[in-house]
């Protein structure tokens, strides 16, 4: 760890990551805990959390999660999650709305879409990122400071074809983003989205990235090599710290120079 950057600003700093037991989520959780911040994050896998929550243990200096189960379409336990949250922590200093589903379930196509299914990505992709930046924005604006981070794709940028709700989930999300940054602003919260191409997360090994896949994801790459979860974090850990206090609004590429920007 001792080649990549240390945030002092982050030191302490009150952070909330949804989807956290897996993946780019993991990641995050883990860099932020060896920042020696405050990591609360939301899982709905007990098991992949109690994992990551063991392996953070044995991590030497580093600070220790905090892990609630939680499913984030049920927005009912997700606000009950941010009050408890809120209420043993205070305002939560950076806020990451990562929780997503892009495995081999959402790859469905346009005529196999159903209203359930529909319901379900949306539910899983879009929603609860505005619902949790709902429930945590009062006491960023109060404490007049707060950066929020979400999780965007590419998928809407190539434009990729198979999973078209997913795509237009993550599409969504640079609206978003770039709409409350300016209604945020004026109390001092930043909101920025991370637009990961293809990560070779443990679910995308195991669920898409057959060979044929990972040959087309290199030819699209100017890096032609695997992007891995860590990479995805170590920008997200910029957007969290003080390092980036001007910067808002913005959608961040990271994706080996498969599209290069937004």
Same mark, same amino acid.
């Given at each position: 760890? /001792? ?9 302490? !700093? !009150? ?13 995050? #959780? /883990? ?27 044995? +991590? ?13 379409? $049920? =927005? ?34 346009? $005529? ?7 319901? =379900?990505?949306?539910? #899983?992709? =879009? ?30 940028? +190539? ?14 999300? #640079? ?19 991370? #637009? ?58 990271? $994706?080996?120079?498969?599209?290069? $920007? +937004?």
């Amino acid at each position: 760890m /001792e080649k990549y950057a240390t945030y002092p600003s982050l030191r302490g !700093k !009150k952070v909330l990551i949804t989807g956290g037991a897996e993946g780019i989520g993991a990641a995050s #959780v /883990e860099l932020f805990c060896r920042q020696g911040s405050i990591v609360i994050f939301l899982d709905y896998s007990a098991s992949s959390a109690q994992a990551l929550l063991d392996k953070i243990k044995a +991590i030497p200096g580093a600070s220790q999660p905090s892990f609630l189960h939680c499913d984030v379409t $049920d =927005l009912a336990r997700l606000k009950a999650c941010a009050e408890e949250v809120l209420a043993t922590h205070g305002a939560v200093d950076v806020l990451l709305n990562n929780a997503a589903r892009a495995g081999a379930l959402t790859r469905v196509p346009t $005529d196999e879409v159903t209203p359930e299914s529909w319901d =379900l990505d949306v539910n #899983v992709n =879009l929603r609860h990122q505005f619902f949790l930046t709902q429930a945590v924005v009062p006491a960023m604006r109060a404490q007049r400071a707060g950066s929020i981070i979400n999780m965007g794709s590419i998928t809407w940028r +190539i434009p990729a074809t198979g999973l078209p709700v997913y795509t237009l989930c993550k599409a969504a999300v #640079v609206g978003m983003t770039r709409t409350h940054s300016k209604e945020f602003g004026p109390f001092g919260v930043r909101v920025n989205s991370v #637009v990961p191409g293809a990560v070779a997360t443990q679910r995308q090994i195991e669920e898409v990235m057959t060979e044929e896949y990972r040959e087309e994801v290199f030819a699209a790459q100017s890096l032609k090599r695997d992007i891995l979860p860590d990479e995805v974090a170590r920008l997200i850990l910029f957007l969290a710290a003080d390092d980036s206090s001007a910067i808002t609004g913005g959608s961040y590429v990271i $994706d080996g120079g498969w599209v290069s $920007d +937004i």
